[in-house]
């Protein structure tokens, strides 16, 4: 999550597409595609139909439960910081103070919990999405949190483009941006940026230029 707040204390597309490829090149490659749909602020291609975003009161009743405070101590801080992610990083610096220092959670991690929350349905899902978004949050230091509620409101607001996305993936995997036109062509060809990552860390180049058209996904307009 630290390379995300670099990401948004910069304008520079530059800048940004060399922090994701140094992002790239440290995340394992089985889950490198992971990585770029948090990126995103997504969980799957806009195609598959399934959506990272909670509701407002949601997120409060989770930072509320692992924070130790009530919702409406949450509510107030929130309307004062205009920000849930910022809220949630004030309530947890106090309640850290108090605690052990907590081991990093990696990509998987954070993806893992999204991916159940997004599929939670049915009787008790609400509750169930609460418990897991906690459970998240009680793992994450307070920078963690910022960036996990954000993408928990579908607002990580990092403004990458996917072009720089790109770029960052044809740094890390193909050794410099020269790389990105093949990469380019075979998003246009799949509309799914994970795939791409993934085709391009385990496959190199060879398994981006195989990538072909496929029944169900959509090629970009």
């Known amino acids: 999550m630290d390379v995300y707040e670099k990401i948004e204390a910069t304008t ?18 089985d889950t490198v595609e992971m990585a770029v749909y948090l990126t995103q602020g997504k969980l799957y291609p806009d195609y598959v139909g399934i959506e990272l975003g909670m509701a407002d009161k949601l997120i409060i009743r989770a930072i509320a439960l692992a924070s130790g405070k009530d919702e409406k101590t ?11 992610g910022e809220a949630v990083e004030k309530l947890l610096t106090k ?18 919990s999204f991916d159940k929350i997004a599929r939670s349905s049915g009787p008790g899902s609400v509750e169930a999405k609460v418990k ?3 459970s998240l949050l009680n793992d994450a230091t307070p ?27 044809s740094i890390a995997y193909l050794g410099d941006v020269e790389g990105k036109r093949y990469l380019e062509r075979a998003y246009n060809l799949s509309s799914d940026l994970g795939l791409i990552a993934r085709t391009v860390a385990q496959s190199g180049l060879d398994g981006i230029l195989n990538l072909k058209v496929k029944v169900g996904r959509p090629i970009r307009p």
Not at 13 to 19: F, S, T
Not at 152 to 165: C, F, H, K, N, Y
Request: aromatic share 6%; hydrophobic share 40%; net charge positive.
């Open 12 to 29: 520079k597309r530059i800048e940004m597409r060399d922090l994701l490829a140094e992002l790239f090149k440290k995340t394992p490659k």
């Open 74 to 84: 949450v509510e107030s801080i929130y309307k004062t910081t205009g920000d849930l």
């Open 95 to 112: 309640k850290m103070q108090q605690t052990l220092t907590k081991t990093p959670l990696t990509v998987e991690d954070v993806y893992r």
């Open 132 to 134: 897991l978004l906690c």
């Open 143 to 169: 920078k963690e949190a910022k960036y996990i509620v954000r993408m928990a409101l579908g607002r990580l607001r990092l403004g990458v483009a996917d072009m720089t996305i790109l770029e960052g993936l």
